[in-house]
């Protein structure tokens, strides 16, 4: 996604507007529970296109991933 928003240099709101218009199965569902938490909560909707981002890597990029991706990172040659 970050590849097509830098080729259309999208504002950060349009960034995240667009990926929650794409959002499908699933990953809309929890979307959409992510911002019935934080409205019942009292707390401000995530608006920006990073913030979104983090939050839906927390769900779907498991952190045995991301560490096995931090270390063929530090082993290129």
Known sequence: MDRFYEWHNLSD???FRFAKMMLIGE???????VEDCL????????????KMKQKLQEKYLPQSYRNKLLDQWNNLR
Do not use: Q, V
């Open 13 to 15: 709101n349009r960034k």
């Open 27 to 33: 990953a809309k569902i929890y979307w959409r529970d």
């Open 39 to 50: 409205e019942m909560r009292g707390k401000p909707l995530i608006t920006d296109w990073i």
